[in-house]
């Protein structure tokens, strides 16, 4: 049981550049989500999804588009890469439901440099 | 002012020593509150979770809600080099769909020394 995979774990992008950062999951859950972290700031939702076919905006949405089509996956886009969204990104997973029972399960990251 | 608020630390301490781990919150329609433990260049995992007040206790691990206060805690016993990790906590209000928008605090870095 893999849990929550991420590609790629490091990427370099020069600014204007475009990417997708892409996340699957085989726990059949319904939830996932985007999180960037950075020093000082701590994880900060960027989008989320609660099923195929239904995305919405978390609190830093700006610069990145995301689609779900399955279950499995929730690819993130960068369209033009700026130095600002330097980061590293996390990709998380959990039943819908109550966060009480439902705990989030994470990715291991990707670690993004826009030059 | 953020909603959670997370001394970054470093934090170090011998190893057998009793760490405690603290986070305060502005709002109060948070009910759930989780601890969440990240070694370096992994995901963060659930170490433990509450809901609404009270303690709640898992091997050398006790986590405590003030909601009074809005003020929690997590402590940890005979403290060991492998607890060595960034240390976040998380709260969520009840949402009408996605429940798991959870607010994290920044971490706070614990080191123990052997």
Partial sequence: ?115 | QKEVEQDPGPLSVPEGAIVSLNCTYSNSAFQYFMWYRQYSRKGPELLMYTYSSGNKEDGRFTAQVDKSSKYISLFIRDSQPSDSATYLCAMSARYGGATNKLIFGTGTLLAVQP
């Fill in chain 1, 1 to 115: 049981n893999a849990g929550v995979t991420q590609t790629p774990k490091f990427q370099v992008l020069k600014t204007g550049q475009s990417m997708t950062l892409q996340c699957a999951q085989d726990m059949n859950h319904e939830y996932m989500s985007w999180y960037r972290q950075d020093p000082g700031m701590g994880l900060r939702l960027i989008h989320y999804s609660v099923g195929a076919g239904i995305t919405d905006q978390g609190e830093v949405p700006n610069g990145y588009n995301v689609s779900r089509s399955t279950t499995e996956d929730f690819p993130l886009r960068l369209l033009s890469a700026a130095p600002s969204q330097t980061s590293v990104y996390f990709c998380a997973s959990s039943y819908v439901g109550s966060s009480y029972n439902s705990p989030l399960h994470f990715g291991n990251g990707t670690r993004l440099t826009v030059t």
